[in-house]
């Protein structure tokens, strides 16, 4: 038996539809009936108020999993106290009720904003839409239910390598003529969508706007309710963003390295900053989402990234994603690159600086923790699969340790235990988002509580130490 705490809402009832599906029996607990025009109904319905009464006794005994997905997920109520009510002492009663009955694993989804409303606000790192949380959490829920150890969470499609810039230390633009004048078809891109079912789509570069068939590899992807990240350097956003209209599913990602100067000497082309900025700025009055992505190399000043982010938060973008640049094979400027012990101290201090700043990171809190050196992860590459013009990149995208034919066998045949810090000398420094925020969020489904607390004290602790 599976019992569903909220098992009526929105993921709770298509968790419960999943269950359903393949054969298991249902117990749902709310305080809501289940959807009556849904063709199957849960074996059993408990209704009943968390927060004020727990669990029926005995009512989780004989399940060795129990999914709790209750709470309020409304920004205001009229009586703040509900949050803690529901949220906080309902979670409490599921956790009571399940160390009780000896139920040896809960899965806890919701979102940051209904944990804790005003530490959510201040250091909301997920500054993500309810839809795209939504479908991210329901995927990781059906595959957690099939029983999957490793499953695709974001496919980087990289159709072409070709670039406008000419960024030293960049692998991509590194290969062959021949190679930079290739690109994939839109049938071989959206054939790779499907293949990979993973729910978000990350296009990096080279510059994906240079792709004669970008706007309907987008739109065919949008249409496949996958959520589109098109990473850009902005500078053919003028010219090209007429080919796209504003959607919840598409968010363009700008490549910003540092301010004007450190930017545009990064990339090695004066004004691309300026350019950059400007091309967010239209974007944004189109109502487009906007993220950035910024790599931070060796000897990167720690107050001009405050000031960057400050900077881009001031501007209007959604979210800011980070990483310590990594000393991949391809890069032809490895001493740019931050060892792994730089990168903690430096993550660590820039988070001391965070809090009242308003800087909402496009990662997971126990990412952040991660990058701060408060946890260690092995990484999870095969949460973040690579597809190219050589097919699927093993075993990740900086890493092109040969190719795949297939999707399936991208998963089935490379020997994932042999990569990773301790056991692949390349891999010793590394700890970029699309090896280790796979990792950080399954910690955070196995480990509601931890990601709750690192949501809210990450900054504050911070500050206090500091
Ligand atoms: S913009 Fe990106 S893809 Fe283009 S050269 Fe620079 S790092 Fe490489
Ligand atoms: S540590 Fe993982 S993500 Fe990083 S390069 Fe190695 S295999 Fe790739």
């Given at each position: 038996m599976i019992p569903v705490i909220g098992g009526s809402g929105f993921i709770g009832s298509h968790l419960v539809r999943e269950a359903l599906f393949r054969g298991e029996k249902v117990r749902v607990f709310d305080r809501a009936p289940y959807p009556e025009d849904e063709s199957e109904q849960p074996h059993e319905f408990i209704r009943g108020d968390l927060s004020d009464y727990g669990l029926p006794k005995d009512s989780l005994r004989g399940c060795d999993t129990v999914f709790h997905l209750a709470?309020?997920?409304?920004?205001?109520?009229?009586?703040?106290?509900d949050f803690d009510r529901i949220n906080r002492q309902g979670t409490e009663n599921v956790l009571k009720a399940a160390k009780q009955a000896g139920v040896s694993r809960q899965i806890y989804t919701g979102t940051e904003s209904i944990n804790d409303l005003r530490t959510a606000l201040e250091t909301d790192s997920m500054s993500l839409p309810l839809i795209q949380k939504m479908r991210v959490g329901s995927f990781i829920l059906g595959q957690i239910i099939r029983g999957r150890r490793r499953f695709p969470l974001v496919l980087m499609l990289e159709p072409l390598f070709r670039c406008n810039l000419n960024c030293p230390g960049c692998g991509k633009i590194a290969q062959s003529q021949g190679v930079l004048n290739t690109e994939m078809s839109l049938e071989d891109c959206l054939g790779a969508v499907e293949e990979c079912g993973a729910p978000i789509v990350s296009i990096p570069g080279g510059e994906p706007l240079l792709h004669p068939h970008i706007q309907d590899i987008v739109a065919g992807i949008i249409k496949r309710r996958r959520f589109v990240y098109l990473c850009t350097n902005g500078l053919l956003v003028p010219q090209k963003m007429h080919l796209f209209n504003p959607s919840a599913y598409l968010t363009f990602n700008f490549h910003i390295d540092g301010l004007q100067k450190r930017h545009d000497s990064l990339v090695d082309c004066p004004g691309a900053f300026e350019r950059a900025m400007s091309s967010i700025r239209l974007l944004l009055a189109q109502e487009f989402r906007v993220t950035t992505n910024t790599t931070l190399y060796a000897g990167v000043d720690l107050g001009e990234v405050a000031r960057l982010f400050d900077f881009l938060t001031e501007l209007g973008v959604e979210g800011l994603t980070v990483s310590p640049g990594f000393n991949y094979e391809a890069a032809s400027a490895a001493d740019q690159f931050l060892q792994r012990q730089d990168s903690r101290e430096f993550f660590s201090r820039l988070f001391s600086l965070a809090?009242?700043?308003?800087w909402r990171f496009n990662h997971s809190s126990l990412y952040l923790r991660f990058l701060a050196g408060e946890d260690n992860y092995r990484c999870s590459p095969w949460g973040t699969p690579t597809r190219n013009i050589f097919g699927w990149q093993r075993p990740c995208y900086l890493l092109p340790d040969g190719y795949a034919k297939s999707f399936q066998e991208l998963m089935q045949a490379t020997s994932w235990e042999s990569f990773g810090n301790d056991r692949d000398e390349r891999c010793r420094d590394c700890m970029v988002h699309c090896g280790f925020e796979p990792s950080a969020v399954l910690d955070s489904v196995s480990h509601p509580l931890k990601a709750f607390r690192a949501a809210g004290s990450l900054f504050r602790r911070r500050e206090e130490i500091s």
């Open positions: 709470g309020i997920a409304y920004l205001w109520r009229r009586d703040a106290k809090r009242g700043r308003g």
